[in-house]
């Protein structure tokens, strides 16, 4: 379903049925992100587990959920956050938060990624938090993610930038060698991710993350996923296959919701 909008959207209100009347409104990323994100809070109902994405597209989600909580529009939400920082942004917003431990079934998870293929499968993790959303989003009924139209891909590896392996640090380096050597037909380059003072990037769960560059697709990805999961050393790796029950994508012409 493909819906285009009117005007420069800074609300859902913004967005229209009909095709934009001229002249025609650029869009930043930001702002498209806003609207895929307030876009899926339509699909938040009074009473729901959400699980909480981690982003700057899931922030705008986490934002809207919180403003419709203080407007009194929706009423016993619980959310899990799939990191400290959305944690924290949730706790400031006022959302009740639990975890997997107390409510392990999740209705429904709203969250960005950094790539979406053709099947909907997804590279998320370039911010670090893939280990948490993927225990989270593996748990909820619905799984829509949001994003604008940059993150679409022929093949998961395809926009050329990271697939990030959450790693413990433990001799990581032999980790990472293992996890090159594994897609050495793809082109695969690992490198330890490093944070802005230069210092290893430490997840929220105190591993490292090792970023593999593809310059081909990796083939079947159930296949490299299974792969890398059986290499001691791993902890999860940022392939979420098969999870997505839709992906909200925000563009210039306007939204397009795709279902499994
Ligand atoms: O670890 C980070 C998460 O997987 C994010 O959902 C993903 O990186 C997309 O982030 P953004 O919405 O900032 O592009």
């Not at 938090?129 to 994003?147: D, H, P, Q, T, Y």
């Not at 022929?154 to 060698?177: I, N, Q």
């Amino acid at each position: 379903m493909a819906i285009a909008w009117s005007a420069k959207a800074s609300s859902m209100e913004a967005l229209s049925l009909s095709p934009p009347m001229s002249p025609p409104v650029v869009l930043t990323q930001d702002e498209l992100k806003k609207i895929a994100a307030y876009k899926a809070v339509e699909f938040v109902e009074s009473g729901m587990v959400l699980g909480l994405g981690t982003g700057s597209t899931a922030k705008h989600a986490v934002d809207r959920i919180g403003e419709l909580l203080r407007q009194g529009k929706l009423n016993n939400i619980i959310g899990i956050p799939t990191s400290k920082k959305t944690q924290e942004q949730a706790l400031s917003l006022g959302i009740p938060l639990s975890d997997l431990d107390n409510h392990p079934t999740v209705d429904l998870a709203i969250d960005g990624a950094d790539e979406v293929d053709p099947h909907l499968n997804l590279v998320k993790g370039r911010g670090g938090s893939l280990l948490r959303e993927k225990m989270v989003e593996g748990a909820c009924k619905k799984f829509v993610v949001i994003v604008d139209e940059s993150k679409l891909v022929k093949y998961l590896g395809g926009s050329g930038l990271a697939m990030p392996v959450e790693v413990v640090p433990f001799c990581w380096k032999f980790t990472a060698k293992k996890l090159q050597k594994l897609f050495e037909d793809s082109g695969c380059v690992a490198k330890l991710r490093n944070d802005c003072k230069g210092e290893p990037f430490v997840t929220d769960n105190g591993n490292y993350v090792v970023d593999l560059y593809l310059k081909k697709d990796i083939g079947d990805l159930q296949v490299a996923s299974d792969a890398i999961l059986r290499i001691a050393g791993v902890v999860e790796h940022g392939m979420f296959l098969d999870m997505a029950t839709t992906v909200i994508v925000a563009g210039e012409l306007g939204i397009t919701i795709k279902n499994k």
